[in-house]
């Protein structure tokens, strides 16, 4: 009977070459395949080992183990808390440059149109400060004092009437009817106040032009009523007034003024 001899890779005729009972090894590579299952097992051996030793890697760090599935490549594994790079802030818009302060304007200093003052011990029984440099002068029951040019003047008046409004009132009514003296009369207002009267009008005169006046009237500590007058150009009158409230404010009689009163 003839029979395949795997050996001598041809058909035999005799006995067998294997023990009764075995199989035949099939044609072919049937020798190679128990050597190629070895070499799949040893690197499967290899893999699972490797992956095993990777997977206890993972979790000895100080964060949670991570294990990710994917068709392509590893992404990047996400860094701890502690490990982390800082965040980047957002940029700021830049802000438009401030705009320079500017400096305040510095007021230009005005020349003060009245010179010092000076207290007067009057020779007529009375004490008042007035501008230096003016002149006095004596009128019947009236004494003035002038500036250089006289456009300017202070006028004490003993008057006859016996209350400050009465005083007042008598001389706008003189002044109203003196038109020749005083053309162009016109009152601004006659009023009482804080301790007397007053009038303040304006006039035209053919020396000096317009005029302005205050006439405020009051009663002294003996009972005399005195009528304290400033006069001037209008364009002047803030310093006139400043003038005016000097004299009323150191305005006094004979011994009661103060001992500092000259």
């Not at 190679?32 to 080992?49: E, M, T, W």
């Not at 302060?101 to 007021?107: D, E, G, I, V």
């Amino acid at each position: 009977m003839a029979e395949w001899d795997a050996e001598r890779q041809q058909w035999v005729t005799g006995p067998p070459a294997h023990p009764p009972g075995a199989a035949a090894p099939p044609p072919g590579g049937a020798r190679a395949r128990p050597a190629l299952l070895a070499a799949a097992a040893v690197a499967l051996c290899a893999a699972l080992a490797g992956g095993g030793w990777l997977l206890l890697h993972r979790g000895s760090g100080d964060g949670p183990a991570t294990t990710t599935l994917s068709d392509g490549p590893a992404a990047p594994a996400v860094s701890s808390a502690a490990g982390s790079a800082p965040t980047r802030p957002d940029p700021v818009p830049a802000q438009p440059a401030p705009t320079p302060a500017q400096p305040a304007a510095t007021p230009t200093p005005t020349a003060d149109p009245t010179p010092p003052f000076s207290l007067v011990r009057d020779p007529a029984g009375f004490t008042l400060a007035v501008p230096q440099g003016w002149q006095r002068s004596g009128e019947g029951k009236s004494v003035l004092y002038k500036s250089a040019d006289g456009a300017r003047l202070v006028q004490v008046i003993t008057m006859a009437e016996r209350t400050p409004y009465a005083a007042v009132a008598a001389t706008d009514a003189d002044l109203a009817k003196n038109t020749v003296r005083y053309p162009g009369y016109r009152r601004i207002r006659l009023e009482e106040t804080a301790g007397g009267a007053e009038l303040e009008y304006s006039y035209d005169s053919a020396e000096y032009g317009t005029r302005r006046a205050v006439d405020h009237a009051l009663t002294a500590f003996d009972g005399t009523v005195y009528a304290l007058l400033v006069a001037g150009p209008p364009d002047d009158w803030p310093a006139l007034q400043h003038v005016h409230r000097t004299v009323l404010g150191s305005f006094c009689v004979a011994d009661h003024c103060p001992a500092t009163g000259g």
